[in-house]
């Protein structure tokens, strides 16, 4: 009954494939989020969505592109990997509604490797 | 730029004792404060939050301050046990209504049997 999930937790692979990694929610929760921690452990948003409709699109490479098929569900594909893609990529939840802020929920991550 | 930042990386106590972890944010028209603890090896973990109509709010063992003259927060855990070892972050919504959280880059909490 996990809230956020991701897969794959682990995902390594070599400098130019082309990846993806998939979230659902089961919150009932109308937006998600995708964000990248690095080895820092800096956090920083990198997409949002809301009942599918892309708001958040923070300054990333467009070789990363999230696709959201229905409000429960937001995976992130990522194109010709490089090897400062290497991260922790988590995908997060909440309910937005009426701009009144609510908690976003985090899923355990998804740790990319670049070979 | 917004920054939120923290005052200390590591920050370690006695079992028992009380811990204080500190945040500073540099918007002063950030309406939402909130606090996630993080394991290794998993997801942030929501913790606390806080609108900025309130200075105080309190849960079960934890209470956040915002002081928001000085642009402050903090994150007061009540007698520490070895499971609060972790990362803490701060985060706050830059003044956006898009939901985008801006985040700390974490203190680490070692509890100390």
């Known amino acids: 009954d996990t809230a956020v999930s991701q897969t794959p937790k682990y995902l390594v692979t070599q400098m130019g494939n082309d990846k993806s990694i998939k979230c659902e929610q089961n919150?009932?929760?109308?937006?998600m989020y995708w964000y990248k921690q690095d080895s820092k452990k800096f956090l920083k948003i990198m997409f949002s969505y809301n009942n599918k409709e892309l708001i958040i699109n923070e300054t990333v490479p467009n070789r990363f592109s999230p696709k959201s098929p229905d409000k429960a569900h937001l995976n992130l594909h990522i194109n010709s990997l490089e090897l400062g893609d290497s991260a922790v990529y988590f995908c997060?939840?909440?309910?937005?509604?009426?701009?009144?802020?609510?908690?976003?929920?985090f899923g355990d991550g998804t740790r990319l490797s670049i070979l | 730029g917004e920054s939120v930042g923290l005052h200390l990386p590591t920050l370690s106590v006695q079992e028992g004792d009380n811990s204080i972890i500190n945040c500073a944010y540099s918007?002063?028209?950030?309406?939402?404060f909130i606090w996630y603890k993080q394991e290794s090896g998993k997801g942030p973990q929501f913790i606390i939050d806080?609108?900025?109509?309130?200075d105080k709010r309190q849960g079960q063992r934890v209470t956040v301050l915002l002081n928001k003259t000085v642009k402050h927060l903090s994150l007061q855990i009540a007698a520490t046990q070895p499971g609060d070892s972790a990362v803490y972050f701060c985060?706050?919504?830059?003044?956006?209504?898009?939901?985008?959280?801006?985040f700390g880059q974490g203190t680490t909490l070692q509890v100390k049997p």
């Open positions: 918007n002063s028209a950030s309406d939402y």
């Open positions: 985060a706050d919504d830059g003044s956006s209504n898009t939901g985008k959280l801006i």
């Open positions: 997060a939840s909440s309910q937005e509604g009426q701009g009144v802020h609510q908690p976003q929920h």
């Open positions: 919150l009932g929760h109308d937006t």
């Open positions: 806080i609108r900025s109509n309130m």
